[in-house]
């Protein structure tokens, strides 16, 4: 969750006894989609090594299709733009919530890269090391390990996903990309034609709701926030732009490169959310 300063607090949505029904039985059904997704994720995987090794193909079409059956259940429209980039190489997006994981995962298998701290928060730490996320932590000092990381998975086939503003935001707004991990990918051991594409995540309430609804920040804690989204009779939408990628060598280093990263990110969102930190 986001701890960015600057911004006012996060609003809170008092629900009706209705909506925490309605959350209760939506979390229900998302919760045994998520357990019986895992469970045959687990079976498949013990079946994929002797074939794939470390690679996991038949597992990540089942979590695939656990993200696409999220938006129906939560009631939330999910729109595509441009073409999910199909070979190995770094996604980059804005970080609104949680729900980025779904509207990420939707249209493109993807490995998330995620804060190390991430992966002891309670429940959605081992859901992060099941769904094999690559736990890092944003400091130069660790260039070296970021990379064998990075080579080990791109060999592997994963399409790799980071959050480069490091933290969620209201989705009114794109925060300054951070540079850190961005120099991995010039490393001469990675592929010479390493490919990054920009994604820019558009979010819009529902009906009578905020356009900032979706955005997790201040100080809202995780149960709350999914109560609220799933509590909705009808939910808002998500529209996801995929932006022609860009190669890591027609750039001089990670900061031309990230500059242009975010700057592609921002330039999709509405002119009236073209706002930076």
Not at 5 to 20: E, F, H, S, W
Not at 79 to 85: I, L, N, T, Y
Not at 198 to 219: C, E, K, R
Request: aromatic fraction near 10%; proline fraction near 6%.
């Amino acid at each position: 969750m986001s701890t960015w300063m600057g911004v006012r607090p996060a609003p809170v949505i008092a629900l009706t006894p209705v909506q925490k029904a309605r959350f209760v039985l939506r979390a229900a059904l998302l919760g045994t989609l998520i357990a019986l997704g895992l469970a045959v994720m687990l079976i498949l995987r013990a079946a994929e090594r002797p074939f794939h090794g470390a690679r996991r193909p038949w597992s990540a079409r089942v979590q695939q299709r656990i993200c696409r059956l999220f938006f129906p259940l939560a009631r939330i429209s999910h729109q595509v733009e441009g073409r999910p980039m199909e070979e190995p190489g770094i996604v980059v997006a804005n970080h609104v919530s949680w729900v980025d994981i779904f509207s990420l995962n939707r249209a493109q298998r993807i490995t998330f890269v995620a804060k190390a701290e991430v992966a002891a928060w309670p429940g959605i730490g081992p859901l992060a090391r099941i769904a094999d996320t690559l736990f890092v932590r944003r400091d130069r000092r660790e260039a070296r390990s970021q990379t064998a990381a990075f080579r080990d998975r791109l060999a592997r086939g994963q399409r790799l996903l980071f959050f480069p503003e490091g933290t969620s935001t209201d989705g009114m707004r794109v925060l300054p990309f951070k540079s850190t991990l961005f120099a991995a990918l010039f490393d001469p051991a990675l592929d010479a034609d390493l490919h990054v594409q920009p994604v820019t995540l558009i979010y819009t309430g529902p009906d009578g709701q905020d356009v900032d609804f979706y955005g997790w920040w201040g100080d809202t804690g995780f149960g709350e926030h999914l109560m609220t989204v799933l509590g909705q009779r009808r939910g808002g939408g998500v529209r996801v732009v995929y932006h022609p990628p860009f190669r890591v060598r027609d750039f001089a280093d990670r900061k031309a490169l990230t500059r242009a990263c975010e700057n592609t990110v921002r330039g999709a969102m509405p002119e009236v959310r073209r706002i930076g930190g």
